[in-house]
């Protein structure tokens, strides 16, 4: 292709001037080679830094953020979606499932089904980290009955959560067939009413202290 949309600095370089990185997009832009760029998984105030270094520098400002975000990780909602909404950035949120967390196929007192992620040892170091517990588990059997009450799966109610949220523009998916795919795009059709809202804010509540890793 002569282009990319959207060009993403997937989380932040720490070891690179703030400067380096903010030229190089500009470049990149300037030569044609992209439209846009954007971040995945930097911090508020890393994305104020900049915006405000890339208007000292005449060059483009952030378009687009990629934060995790999902029921079970609902930290985007205290800093960066007031921010990104502010400063006119979309966040295309990843891991809306919480790595299948949110699917009610990890059944609690069982081992993780030996086809599912969490079974892998080359792609549970997150779902084990973040989110693996017996709590969750059985929080993962109630959201899927609360799914199946209003007549959709876990997948799709876990998504139209996401979507909800006025400061999200996508979400990315991570569907391994075509027949997954059409059942997720469901979502975009789901609408959640107020009580079930309710028991899902009961169920997963809204995060307090952000972490700092």
Same mark, same amino acid.
């Given at each position: ?21 903010? $030229? ?49 990780? $609902? ?15 979309? =966040? ?91 059942? =997720? ?29």
């Amino acid at each position: 292709m002569d282009y990319v949309d959207i060009y993403m600095c997937h989380r932040p370089d720490l070891d690179t001037p703030l400067e380096e990185t903010i $030229r190089a997009m500009e470049d990149l832009a300037r030569q044609g080679k992209i439209l846009y760029w954007g971040v995945s998984e930097w911090s508020a105030a890393q994305i104020v830094k900049a915006q405000k270094v890339a208007k000292e520098m005449g060059a483009r400002p952030i378009s687009v953020s990629e934060p995790r975000y999902n029921l079970l990780y $609902r930290y985007p909602e205290k800093e960066i979606f007031p921010l990104t909404a502010e400063e006119g950035i979309g =966040n295309v949120i990843f891991s809306p499932l919480a790595h299948g967390m949110l699917t009610g196929k990890y059944i609690p007192g069982q081992p993780p089904p030996e086809s599912s992620r969490a079974a892998d040892p080359e792609q549970n170091t997150v779902i084990m980290k973040l989110y693996w517990s017996e709590e969750n588990k059985k929080k993962g059997q109630k959201f899927l009955k609360i799914a199946q009450e209003m007549g959709a799966t876990a997948a799709q109610l876990a998504i139209a959560w996401c979507l909800r949220r006025p400061e999200v523009t996508s979400v990315i998916l991570g569907t391994r067939t075509v027949g997954q795919l059409k059942e =997720n795009l469901k979502a975009v059709e789901l609408k959640i009413p107020d009580g079930v809202m309710e028991k899902l804010d009961k169920l997963y509540p809204p995060v307090g202290e952000i972490p700092t890793v």
